[in-house]
């Protein structure tokens, strides 16, 4: 059964810096992507910023110059370091792994972590 695995979520002040990381693990194959989602109450679900195998990365809007997102292949691992953090960016953070077989996406999701950013 896949495992994958968040830490580093918490609580900080406006402005702070928080460094979430994800491990994957009994993955057969290949990751293609690595993402962080994060999800505030009462809303959906969103992207926060993937990484593709070959370090192509997209971010969204609210987060770009502000977070960074890195992968180590050799570990499946993947981190999100968020820096100048701002109350909306509370929620809980997810990890995403995806490994595309046959052209089918199979995506493999964290239990979540909290980051909480209080003004």
């Known amino acids: 059964q896949v495992q994958v695995v968040e830490s580093g979520g918490g609580l900080v002040q406006a402005g702070g810096s928080l460094r979430l990381s994800c491990a994957a693990s009994r993955i057969r194959f290949s990751i293609d992507a690595m993402g962080w989602y994060r999800q505030a109450p009462g809303k959906q679900r969103e992207l926060v910023a993937t990484?593709?195998?070959?370090?192509?990365?997209i971010y969204a809007d609210s987060v770009k110059g502000r977070f960074t997102i890195s992968r180590d292949n050799a570990k499946n691992a993947a981190y999100l370091q968020m820096n100048s953090l701002k109350p909306e960016d509370t929620a809980v953070y997810y990890c995403n792994a995806r490994v595309v077989l046959l052209g089918t996406p199979n995506d493999y999701w964290g239990q979540g972590t909290q980051v909480t950013v209080s003004s």
């Open positions: 990484i593709r195998s070959g370090s192509n990365t």
